[in-house]
């Protein structure tokens, strides 16, 4: 069985508990999640199932979408509701015009420090776990860039924010460096993810759906194909000749290129399977396949 699952992942369960009900659910143990959700968070996860795990690499290429519940005047160790207070402050004071004039600063590319408490790993270890031992937890900023920041809602002293960022954004951390700068500290209250690369929250299915639909027979309803996952690469309809070199690892030529500078593009054969993912030779105008995703 190979495709890929939207799941509207529900609060209280990790990321891999959500894979192992899926994993007993189709019966299938390759299956795999593309960008871990934090217990406390709901909404999209996508998950891969057989050769679609191929694929996942690329699932958040075009970005992720959060609505974020960041509440001021309370800072924890670990930058959510989970986590232990270390400070409280006075918000009462706090105005929405002070919170939509900072917004602007967090937009655009910039160095973000991740939480002390995430799954990066340190010495061969996850930094949360290394946190929660005891340990020194020195973390590198990364790079990320914030594309839009819409409030929703300003109910004092709880924000509801709207927030589409890249890949590797942390939104805990987003709450509390906006609670820093605006000087009453905040913590990130609330989650939900509402897209995830190309994938919506309008489109996915929970797990209690899930399960009533495979027992019904009705999987195919929400298994999407693999190629869903990398509809922002062009795509190459090949002749049957062409499409069988591919299949065999073979470089190939494309008479009418789209885009000679995209890096990747999708590769289909006369009947329309997707049969790979190519990468631009530019030196020799030739296509490489780099994943192939029928076997000749």
Same mark, same amino acid.
């Given at each position: @069985? #190979?495709?890929?699952?939207?799941? =509207?992942?529900?609060? +209280? @369960?990790?990321?891999? %508990?959500?894979?192992?009900?899926?994993?007993?659910?189709?019966? $299938?143990?390759?299956?795999?999640?593309?960008?871990? *959700?934090?217990? @406390?968070? $709901?909404?999209?996860?996508?998950? &891969?199932? /057989?050769?679609?795990?191929?694929?996942?690499?690329? *699932?958040?290429?075009?970005?992720?979408?959060?609505?974020? /519940?960041?509440?001021?005047?309370?800072?924890? #160790?670990?930058? %959510?509701?989970?986590?232990?207070?270390?400070?409280?402050?006075?918000?009462?004071?706090?105005?929405?015009?002070?919170?939509?004039?900072?917004?602007?600063?967090?937009?655009?590319?910039?160095?973000? !420090?991740?939480?002390?408490?995430?799954?990066?790993? !340190? $010495?061969?270890?996850?930094?949360?776990? *290394?946190?929660?031992? +005891?340990?020194?937890?020195?973390?590198?900023?990364?790079?990320?860039?914030?594309?839009?920041? =819409?409030?929703?809602?300003?109910?004092?002293?709880?924000? @509801?924010?709207?927030?589409? &960022?890249?890949?590797?954004?942390?939104?805990?951390?987003?709450?509390?460096?906006?609670?820093?700068?605006? +000087?009453? +500290?905040?913590? *990130?209250?609330?989650?939900?993810?509402?897209?995830?690369?190309?994938?919506?929250?309008?489109?996915?299915?929970?797990?209690?759906?899930?399960?009533?639909?495979?027992?019904?027979?009705?999987?195919?309803?929400?298994?999407?194909?693999?190629?869903?996952?990398?509809?922002?690469?062009?795509?190459?309809?090949? %002749?049957?000749?062409?499409?069988?070199?591919?299949?065999?690892?073979?470089?190939?030529?494309?008479?009418?290129?789209?885009?000679?500078?995209?890096?990747?593009?999708?590769?289909?054969?006369?009947?329309?399977?997707?049969?790979?993912?190519?990468?631009?030779?530019?030196?020799? &105008?030739?296509? $490489?396949?780099?994943?192939?995703?029928?076997?000749?």
């Amino acid at each position: @069985m #190979d495709g890929i699952l939207v799941i =509207n992942k529900a609060t +209280g @369960m990790t990321s891999h %508990d959500v894979v192992a009900r899926v994993r007993r659910l189709v019966k $299938q143990k390759r299956v795999g999640h593309a960008g871990t *959700l934090d217990p @406390m968070a $709901q909404g999209v996860l996508p998950l &891969c199932l /057989g050769q679609a795990t191929r694929v996942a690499e690329y *699932l958040s290429e075009s970005g992720k979408a959060y609505e974020a /519940g960041i509440t001021f005047g309370t800072v924890t #160790d670990t930058y %959510d509701t989970e986590g232990t207070v270390l400070r409280t402050a006075d918000a009462s004071t706090l105005t929405l015009e002070q919170i939509q004039a900072a917004l602007p600063h967090f937009l655009g590319k910039q160095q973000q !420090l991740p939480p002390r408490y995430s799954a990066i790993k !340190l $010495q061969g270890q996850p930094a949360y776990k *290394l946190a929660r031992a +005891g340990s020194e937890v020195q973390l590198q900023p990364r790079p990320i860039e914030i594309y839009h920041l =819409n409030v929703l809602a300003w109910t004092p002293p709880t924000l @509801m924010l709207a927030v589409e &960022c890249s890949k590797g954004t942390y939104i805990r951390s987003l709450a509390y460096d906006l609670g820093e700068y605006l +000087g009453y +500290g905040a913590h *990130l209250s609330s989650l939900t993810r509402t897209r995830s690369g190309p994938f919506t929250l309008a489109k996915s299915v929970t797990l209690e759906a899930l399960a009533s639909a495979i027992e019904e027979n009705r999987l195919q309803e929400y298994l999407l194909p693999a190629d869903s996952a990398v509809r922002h690469f062009p795509g190459l309809t090949l %002749d049957a000749e062409t499409a069988e070199r591919v299949l065999h690892g073979n470089t190939f030529r494309y008479p009418a290129l789209p885009h000679t500078q995209t890096p990747l593009a999708r590769v289909y054969d006369p009947d329309g399977r997707f049969i790979a993912l190519a990468s631009w030779n530019s030196e020799q &105008c030739t296509w $490489q396949p780099v994943k192939v995703f029928v076997t000749a």
